[in-house]
């Protein structure tokens, strides 16, 4: 069985590497990232959600699935891109402190909060209300992946860098054998074969910046997030911003960022780069993947939103297994609830047109 995976963001390579692990033949199109969200994105991954101080969705399964993929990815491919490594959380008030001390001894946070202290961030932060560490998180640093993977295709003859529209659809779909799975991030809202999918742009802006007196080797969490990247220099964001058309970076963002941080961080910071993106969100959060209902050749494979690094590896090897007939698709991200939704609504649409007509 052939696959054309169409998009090479985190998405389309882990989907494509885990085809590749069970050996189906894959080619792998992207229209050279234009519009990747996996480019931009800082790439952290925090098995611990701060609004309600819980385990986020499938953390455990998550986190192990990661941890295997990622390491033997990196053998693979002889590059060096996860970086396990703690996170520091600034507690936002007395509230705070006092409900992670209580939830640190319940069974599904146990292995995650924990009471040590950063001696970094109680001398360089202002934390009034102390702070906590969470253990299982880390950040991968995804264009190292991606050039790496690409790379590793290319040499394969199993990239092509090519914009897909309508008409070149038609083209693969005339190998009738072969299957094509679109991963292409938040470009789905304009694809015509999966447009009813809700996958909604939320754009987020990141910056690089170098804080000269801070040598540190945990990620902080303050609301914003500041990860090492080594010599002095920290991914800082992210923003999260809803219906925003235009795509570019904001100087304004930049430095409503940048006062916010100083507010915690009194201390120099030198602003290196800026850069912008939307991420593919959905409204339940959750992954989009399965069969388009009548296209039977076409696939999705979607909606990763904020979290793509820890949810991709488990879900690419599941749904490869499900693509190769080996497993059946989880219902919690199958495609079809939305399916069903867009017929159900437009089956009422269509009965109210009646009545008024
Ligand atoms: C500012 C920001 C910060 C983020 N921070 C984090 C974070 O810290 N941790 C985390 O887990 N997630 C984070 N994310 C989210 C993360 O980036 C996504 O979950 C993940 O990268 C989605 O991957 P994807 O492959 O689905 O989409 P993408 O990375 O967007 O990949 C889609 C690919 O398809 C290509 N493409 C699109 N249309 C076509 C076409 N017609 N023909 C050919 N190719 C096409 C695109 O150019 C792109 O290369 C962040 C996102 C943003 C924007």
Redesign the pocket.
């Known amino acids: 069985m052939k696959f054309y995976i ?8 882990m989907l494509a590497y885990e085809l590749l692990e069970l050996g189906f033949d894959v080619m792998v ?17 925090n098995p611990v959600t701060f609004k309600k101080l819980s385990e986020s969705w499938m953390a455990s399964t998550l986190l192990s699935a990661a941890d295997k993929s990622y390491t033997s990815l990196e053998k693979k491919l002889s590059r060096k891109f996860y970086h396990p490594m703690e996170l520091v959380r600034i507690f936002t008030g007395n509230l705070a402190a006092n409900d992670w001390e209580e939830k640190s001894v319940h069974p599904e946070l146990i292995s995650y909060l924990t009471d040590h202290q950063d001696e970094a961030v109680k001398e360089m932060f202002h934390q009034p209300f102390g702070h906590g560490i969470v253990a299982g998180s880390g ?2 640093d ?1 264009p190292t992946l ?1 050039h790496g993977f690409r790379d590793q295709l290319l040499s394969q003859g199993r990239y092509e860098k ?4 309508a008409e070149t659809i038609e083209e693969l779909e005339e190998d009738q054998d072969a299957n094509v799975v679109h ?5 789905a809202v ?2 015509g074969l999966f447009d009813w999918v809700p996958v909604i742009p ?5 910056l690089t910046i170098e804080l000269p007196k801070l040598g540190m080797n945990r990620m902080v969490n303050f609301g914003n ?1 500041i ?1 090492p990247i080594g010599q002095h220099k920290f ?1 800082f ?3 999260y911003k809803l219906n925003e058309p235009d795509p570019n970076p904001q100087t304004e963002t930049a430095r409503e960022m940048l006062d916010d941080l100083h507010k915690v961080y009194p201390q120099e910071v030198v602003l290196l780069d800026h ?6 969100t959905t409204p339940d959060r959750k992954p989009v993947m399965g069969q388009h209902p009548s296209r039977k050749q076409h696939w999705i ?12 590896p488990f879900f690419a090897k599941h749904f490869a297994e499900v693509l190769a007939g080996q497993a059946e698709l989880n219902g919690e991200v199958n495609v079809q609830r939305y399916w069903n939704r867009t017929v159900q609504s437009h089956a009422a649409l269509v009965s109210s047109f009646r009545e008024d007509h």
């Open positions: 169409i998009g090479q963001g985190l998405a389309g390579s199109l992207d229209d050279g990232h234009s519009a990747s969200s996996s480019m931009v994105a800082a790439g952290m991954w950040w991968l995804i991606l090519r914009t897909i529209t991963c292409i991030g938040w470009k304009y694809s939320n754009k987020g802006e990141v997030f990860v991914r964001g992210a923003t850069k912008a993106g939307y991420r593919p494979f979607n909606g990763f939103g904020s979290k793509g690094v820890l949810i991709i």
